[in-house]
C-alpha cells in the first residue's frame, strides 16, 4: 500500500506529530511519498531517502490507496488542487482550529492508519464548484470544493450582481460581494454571511450575499445542475473573484458562469465521523445546559 502526504508545514508545525505518523505508517507497512516543498521542510527528520517527493496530480496514479492532508481546512483546500481528478480519496488529520474538512484529530493519528490499512474507512463524495470564464482564470485548477464568491476590492463602494439562472434573471444584489458555495461550502463563508448548513448529499448550491443593501434579500438554496452567471457593475473597474482560498482581481466585463464540476472529491472518514456528529462537534450543538 502507497500513500502521499501533503502539508503546508512552516514554523509553527509540530514535527513530533509527523514522526508519530511515520511511525504509524511504518508499523503497517505503509510506503509513502512527500510533497515537494514539504520534504525539504522535514528530510532532516527521514533516516533514508527512499521516498520520493511529488509535485502534483500529474506524479499520482492508481497505486495511491490515499493521500493525507495533515493541517486545517485550509490545507484540505491546497490538497483538492492537487488531487484534481485523479479520484485518489482525502484523509483530512486536523491540527488547525475548526476542522470541518479536516475532521481526524491527532490524538486518532493511529486509528486513522489502521483504518487505512484494513480498508475500514468510508469515503464520501463531496460536490466540487467549476468556474467558467471569458478570460483564463486560476490557472488550471478553475474549481473548488467550498465556494465560489464575487467580493468588492478592500475601499470600493458596494457592487451590482445581476444573477442568473440558466440565462433567467434571478436578482440584483446590491452588496459588498456575493457567495456560490457547496454543500460541503455551506458551513464555511456562507455560514458566517447567514447561509443555511446543507447536507452534503443534498445536490444544490447556495447563493448568499455578503452585507447585502436590501434587507428582503437572503440566502437561497438551487440545485446544482444549474448554471449561475453573473454581470458585475461598480463604482471602480475591478473587484475580486475567489475559488475557496485562492483570488483574482479582474475586470467588471468579464464574462462569469459557474457550475458543478464533472468529478467530485473523494473525503476520507472513519466509520464512526458521521456529518451530524461533525455539526454537534464543531457548533456545540446539543450542549445547552437547559436539555
Known amino acids: 500500500?502507497?500513500?502521499?502526504?501533503?502539508?503546508?508545514?512552516?514554523?509553527?508545525?509540530?514535527?513530533?506529530?509527523?514522526?508519530?505518523?511515520?511511525?504509524?505508517?511504518?508499523?503497517?507497512?505503509?510506503?509513502?511519498?512527500?510533497?515537494?516543498?514539504?520534504?525539504?521542510?522535514?528530510?532532516?527528520?527521514?533516516?533514508?531517502?527512499?521516498?520520493?517527493?511529488?509535485?502534483?496530480?500529474?506524479?499520482?496514479?492508481?497505486?495511491?490507496?490515499?493521500?493525507?492532508?495533515?493541517?486545517?481546512?485550509?490545507?484540505?483546500?491546497?490538497?483538492?488542487?492537487?488531487?484534481?481528478?485523479?479520484?485518489?480519496?482525502?484523509?483530512?488529520?486536523?491540527?488547525?482550529?475548526?476542522?470541518?474538512?479536516?475532521?481526524?484529530?491527532?490524538?486518532?493519528?493511529g486509528n486513522a492508519v489502521t483504518s487505512l490499512a484494513e480498508r475500514t474507512y468510508i469515503v464520501?463524495?463531496?460536490?466540487?464548484i467549476h468556474l467558467d470564464a471569458s478570460i483564463p482564470l486560476f490557472a488550471d485548477t478553475p474549481y473548488g470544493l467550498n465556494?465560489?464568491?464575487?467580493?468588492?476590492?478592500?475601499?470600493?463602494?458596494?457592487?451590482?450582481?445581476?444573477?442568473?439562472?440558466?440565462?433567467?434573471?434571478?436578482?440584483?444584489?446590491?452588496?459588498?460581494?456575493?457567495?456560490?458555495?457547496?454543500?460541503?461550502?455551506?458551513?464555511g463563508y456562507s455560514l458566517s454571511c447567514n447561509g443555511p448548513v446543507v447536507f452534503p448529499e443534498s445536490g444544490s448550491f447556495v447563493i448568499t450575499p455578503v452585507a447585502p443593501h436590501n434587507?428582503?434579500?437572503?440566502?437561497?438554496?438551487?440545485?446544482?445542475?444549474?448554471?449561475v452567471s453573473f454581470e458585475v457593475e461598480g463604482r471602480t473597474d475591478q473587484f475580486i473573484c475567489a475559488l475557496d482560498s485562492r483570488r483574482e482581481i479582474v475586470g467588471k466585463d468579464i464574462q462569469l458562469a459557474i457550475k458543478k464540476e464533472q468529478f467530485p472529491l473523494s473525503l476520507v472518514r472513519l466509520s464512526e465521523n458521521s456529518f451530524l456528529e461533525t455539526l454537534r462537534n464543531k457548533l456545540s450543538w446539543g450542549l445547552d445546559k437547559r436539555n
Open 1 to 109: 500500500m502507497k500513500i502521499a502526504i501533503y502539508s503546508r508545514g512552516g514554523e509553527n508545525f509540530n514535527y513530533d506529530d509527523l514522526l508519530l505518523l511515520l511511525k504509524e505508517l511504518e508499523k503497517q507497512n505503509i510506503s509513502f511519498v512527500i510533497y515537494h516543498d514539504f520534504l525539504e521542510q522535514v528530510k532532516h527528520l527521514i533516516s533514508d531517502d527512499k521516498h520520493n517527493a511529488f509535485a502534483g496530480a500529474e506524479d499520482l496514479d492508481e497505486s495511491f490507496e490515499c493521500i493525507v492532508s495533515m493541517g486545517g481546512d485550509g490545507t484540505m483546500l491546497d490538497t483538492v488542487t492537487l488531487v484534481r481528478d485523479t479520484n485518489i480519496p482525502v484523509l483530512g488529520i486536523n491540527f488547525g482550529r475548526l476542522g470541518f474538512l479536516a475532521t481526524i484529530g491527532k490524538d486518532e493519528l
Open 124 to 128: 464520501d463524495k463531496r460536490s466540487l
Open 147 to 187: 465556494e465560489f464568491a464575487i467580493h468588492k476590492k478592500d475601499t470600493s463602494p458596494m457592487i451590482k450582481i445581476h444573477t442568473y439562472l440558466n440565462g433567467e434573471f434571478l436578482n440584483t444584489y446590491w452588496a459588498d460581494g456575493l457567495i456560490v458555495a457547496t454543500p460541503t461550502g455551506s458551513t
Open 215 to 227: 434587507l428582503n434579500v437572503r440566502p437561497i438554496v438551487i440545485p446544482d445542475n444549474n448554471i
